[in-house]
T-cell receptor, first 116, second 113 residues
Framework: DTAVSQTPKYLVTQMGNDKSIKCEQNLGHDTMYWYKQDSKKFLKIMFSYNNKELIINETVPNRFSPKSPDKAHLNLHINSLELGDSAVYFC???????????????FGSGTRLTVV | GDSVTQMEGPVTLSEEAFLTINCTYTATGYPSLFWYVQYPGEGLQLLLKATKADDKGSNKGFEATYRKETTSFHLEKGSVQVSDSAVYFCALSAGDDNNDMRFGAGTRLTVKP
């Protein structure tokens, strides 16, 4: 059983289109995240949700909109795609939120988005 | 803000060589520290972690010690294998209200037979 699963694994689309990436976790974690990894492997957090509530919303264009229908799902919708949106997007989840030790994230295998 | 800095790559070693990837951190509180590994075409996997000073994390022959006095968490392995070729990320979690993970830039390791 895959712990954090993302679909699709690859997504090629034209500029201006709207697309969604889905993420589901079966770990019972309370917190989910979206990260963007650029071509140089740099990882940047985009959003985090805790129990369907938005916690972190970094400086991301408002063309990106996360949606969390329940605590096991966090989807990412992107409007009016641009060439610069091409990257690998990772979903992750964790049990921990709040002060104290953190025991790590579980990542999905990524969605490679190519905008042409 | 809280951050990690890790040595730039790429690092190329021969099989059975000793590996060190340096990582230092900046944090105002008491962070937890992590090493993640990303194999080609895959997501990040937690390799090891340490949640307080002087803790040593270890897994698959890799180890790292949380050194508060030098604010470091260097990754080491005594004898690398070709299968260790991957990108390694140092990360910290600040332990504050959000507890989000901050990643270093990643270090690509290539091990040659």
């Amino acid at each position: 059983d895959t712990a954090v699963s993302q679909t699709p694994k690859y997504l090629v689309t034209q500029m201006g289109n709207d697309k969604s990436i889905k993420c589901e976790q079966n770990l019972g974690h309370d917190t989910m995240y979206w990260y963007k990894q650029d071509s140089k492997k740099f990882l940047k957090i985009m959003f985090s949700y805790n129990n369907k509530e938005l916690i972190i919303n970094e400086t991301v264009p408002n063309r990106f909109s996360p949606k969390s229908p329940d605590k096991a799902h966090l989807n990412l919708h992107i409007n009016s795609l641009e060439l610069g949106d091409s990257a690998v997007y990772f979903c992750a989840s964790s049990q921990d939120l709040g002060p104290g030790p953190n025991y790590g994230y579980t990542f999905g295998s990524g969605t490679r988005l190519t905008v042409v | 803000g809280d951050s990690v800095t890790q040595m730039e790559g790429p690092v190329t070693l021969s099989e059975e060589a000793f590996l060190t990837i340096n990582c230092t951190y900046t944090a105002t509180g008491y962070p937890s520290l992590f090493w993640y590994v990303q194999y080609p075409g895959e997501g990040l996997q937690l390799l090891l972690k340490a949640t307080k000073a002087d803790d040593k994390g270890s897994n698959k022959g890799f180890e790292a010690t949380y050194r508060k006095e030098t604010t470091s968490f260097h990754l080491e392995k005594g004898s690398v294998q070709v299968s260790d070729s991957a990108v390694y990320f140092c990360a910290l979690s600040a332990g504050d209200d959000n507890n989000d993970m901050r990643f270093g830039a990643g270090t690509r390791l290539t091990v040659k037979p």
